[in-house]
């Protein structure tokens, strides 16, 4: 039987880019979406090196990108912004600044969801929440568990040499980290010739499908089989430190290449001849 799916994303180019594969999926079913600012909280962070990405992942896309196709036009693109997905779909968007807040809480209750999925979504669940939804939640994490719980767990599988990269769909019932029951996971092989930001982005199609197989199993009222996690077996990791970055890229990664920029801006509709891009082209001087 359908189900109600509320999604808590993050806003940025990987969450935009799972919410393209998983509405042309599943989108009658989703009745919201929520967004977070930002993944990490509080953590402390090496501004200077992790900055280039972190405005590739977010202010590129959402401060420039969206902003002007959105005033000018554009040919249709293979992928949606937030505020297009939004139209596109007739799902509301919310953005989400504290969770606790008591007309966020009102409104996650007044969706009547039958689960919430959380994709990269920067803030932690309390109890409040994850008691919510009759199906509980679902997380996607963006790395394999229980050996890479925390940030940029694709960045430390590359750093500790892995030749596989992977993510993880588990449960969330408790406010804890990554650590809930594993649902189910998926792996792809490293490709030494792509950088970090392309193997982070190469994760979200095989974790689609996880979140695809997993819903149809609940909508058909099929039992969820879950693994408990080994915490002993990996470990939490916050933001890389400058001398673990200066090691990463001692080892010949590159946090992104231009490459992987050209090729999000025309999957999202900026055609490299347009004004678009040669306002983007301005601002990136």
């Known amino acids: ?24 999926k599943m989108h009658a079913q989703v009745v919201a979406i929520y967004l977070s600012d930002h993944v990490g909280g509080a953590q402390p962070r090496p501004a200077s090196m992790l900055d280039p990405l972190t405005f590739i992942e977010q202010d590129l896309f959402n401060l420039l990108a969206f902003p002007l196709l959105a005033q000018r ?7 949606l912004g937030f ?16 969770l606790k807040d008591a007309v966020v809480l009102d409104s996650l ?9 959380s994709i990269r979504f920067g803030k ?5 929440v994850i008691d919510m939804p009759a199906h509980g939640v679902l997380n996607l994490h ?43 996971s998926a792996r792809r092989a490293v490709d030494p010739t792509h950088s970090l930001l392309w193997h982070i982005l190469a994760l979200y199609p095989l974790g689609v499908e996880l979140i695809t197989q997993a819903l149809d199993d609940l909508a058909q009222q099929k039992r969820l089989a879950q693994a408990s996690q080994d915490l002993s077996a990996g470990a ?12 990463f890229a001692g080892l010949g990664w590159r946090l992104f290449d231009h490459q992987d920029i050209r ?23």
């Open 263 to 285: 090729q999000l801006l025309i999957a999202f509709g900026v055609d490299s001849t347009s004004s678009v891009a040669f306002d983007l082209e301005h601002y990136l001087r």
């Open 83 to 98: 505020s297009a997905i939004s139209q596109h779909y007739r799902i509301p968007l919310q953005p989400v600044h504290r």
């Open 142 to 184: 963006s790395g394999l568990l229980p050996q890479y719980r925390g940030v940029l767990a694709t960045l430390r599988a590359l750093l500790h040499g892995d030749r596989e990269i992977g993510c993880t769909l588990h449960r969330i019932d408790s406010p804890g980290i990554d650590v809930g029951g594993i649902v189910a």
């Open 236 to 247: 939490y990791y916050s933001f890389p430190d400058v001398a673990e970055l200066q090691r």
């Open 124 to 128: 932690i669940l309390p109890d409040e």
């Open 73 to 79: 036009g554009s040919r249709t693109p293979r992928w």
């Open 109 to 117: 209750r007044a969706t009547r969801a039958d689960i919430f999925v």
């Open 1 to 24: 039987m359908p189900m109600r799916i509320v999604l808590l994303v993050n806003r940025d180019i990987e969450s935009a880019l799972a919410l393209n594969l998983l509405l042309r």
